[in-house]
Nanobody, 123 residues
Framework: QVALVESGGGLVQSGGSLRLSCAAS????????MGWYRQAPGKQREMVAS?????????LGSVKGRFNISRDNANAKNTVYLQMNSLKPEDTAVYYC???????????????WGQGTQVTVSS
């Protein structure tokens, strides 16, 4: 079993900052990509940022220069962070952690999701 546990969401004023964290735990042999998605009411879920095991990052265009994704794999910490700066009301959404995890060297990577954390940016 694998679990992704998120923390760090909340309410912030426009222009403020928040830092999201997501820790993966359980039966983990290897983690390939970790990332953050978000879903606003009435909209489809979209990828916000991702980071590969090699550190390659990818960002949604509207968050480039404002958000930074990082990853800590030391000592099996298996945690991904999303530093969000200069937040805007349009960043308001439920943010979900995502990770591609292999539970052993004999199985393929599988996709896992966190439970989601609410980020609300007031104008």
């Amino acid at each position: 079993q694998v679990a992704l546990v998120e923390s760090g969401g909340g309410l912030v004023q426009s222009g403020g900052s928040l830092r999201l964290s997501c820790a993966a735990s359980g039966s983990i042999f290897s983690i390939y990509t970790m990332g953050w998605y978000r879903q606003a009411p009435g909209k489809q879920r979209e990828m916000v940022a991702s980071i590969s095991s090699g550190g390659r990052t990818n960002y949604l265009g509207s968050v480039k220069g404002r958000f930074n994704i990082s990853r800590d794999n030391a000592n099996a910490k298996n945690t991904v962070y999303l530093q969000m700066n200069s937040l805007k009301p349009e960043d308001t959404a439920v943010y979900y952690c995502n990770a591609q995890i292999a539970s052993s060297r004999l199985v393929a990577y599988q996709e896992h999701w966190g439970q989601g954390t609410q980020v609300t940016v007031s104008s």
